[in-house]
């Protein structure tokens, strides 16, 4: 499916996390949240498979151990749901959080070599679980790498509890 010119149609436009079930975050973590949804919703590439176009109202949340892309289109008109298992990306997010804790350790203290090998760890990581959901997604909903990438630190905070 070809985005029209405009660019405005196949996107997110508003991004809604239901933290519902999340306590207190980090001041890094808070910031990483930020930044995710600030990137996103400046520039994605989202397509719900058979949509007319958008743009789009995300619901990202976790019910059941499971993670719902609650689609609707502005006016909170409901336009579907896609819902994957969280059980493929348990070790990456196990992985990923620990690896986080370890730089936010370390940019406190270790020598620079050491924080940008941590840090390319991390990104590593990132990178992986981020192709890990753009191909759970493959047939329902297609994005780009970047869209990808900050849905899935989003995905990491909505596993924050505390």
């Not at 579907?80 to 370890?102: A, H, N």
């Given at each position: 499916?070809?985005?029209?010119?405009d660019?405005?149609?196949?996107?997110?436009?508003?991004?809604?996390?239901?933290?519902?079930?999340?306590?207190?975050?980090?001041?890094?973590?808070e910031?990483?949240?930020?930044?995710?949804?600030?990137?996103?919703?400046?520039?994605?590439?989202?397509?719900?498979?058979?949509?007319?176009?958008?743009?789009?109202v995300?619901?990202?949340?976790?019910?059941?151990?499971?993670?719902?892309?609650?689609?609707?289109?502005?006016?909170?008109?409901?336009?579907?749901?896609?819902?994957?298992?969280?059980s493929?990306?348990?070790?990456?997010?196990?992985?990923?959080?620990?690896?986080?804790?370890?730089?936010?350790?370390?940019?406190?203290?270790?020598?620079?070599a050491?924080?940008?090998?941590i840090?390319?760890?991390?990104?590593?990581?990132?990178?992986?679980?981020?192709?890990?959901?753009?191909?759970?997604?493959?047939?329902?909903?297609?994005m780009?790498?970047?869209?990808?990438?900050?849905?899935?630190t989003?995905?990491?905070?909505?596993?924050?509890?505390?």
């Amino acid at each position: 499916m070809d985005a029209p010119e405009d660019g405005q149609t196949y996107r997110i436009a508003n991004l809604i996390l239901d933290e519902s079930t999340v306590v207190r975050r980090s001041p890094d973590v808070e910031h990483e949240r930020k930044v995710a949804i600030f990137d996103l919703l400046e520039e994605n590439h989202f397509v719900p498979q058979g949509s007319p176009g958008g743009p789009y109202v995300l619901h990202l949340a976790i019910e059941e151990n499971r993670l719902v892309f609650d689609i609707r289109l502005e006016g909170d008109v409901a336009h579907g749901k896609v819902m994957l298992s969280l059980s493929p990306f348990r070790r990456i997010i196990k992985d990923y959080f620990m690896i986080c804790e370890s730089y936010y350790d370390a940019i406190k203290t270790a020598a620079p070599a050491q924080i940008e090998a941590i840090d390319m760890g991390r990104r590593g990581l990132h990178n992986e679980g981020s192709q890990l959901l753009k191909d759970r997604l493959e047939g329902k909903i297609d994005m780009d790498f970047d869209t990808a990438r900050r849905l899935f630190t989003l995905i990491c905070v909505l596993h924050i509890k505390g």
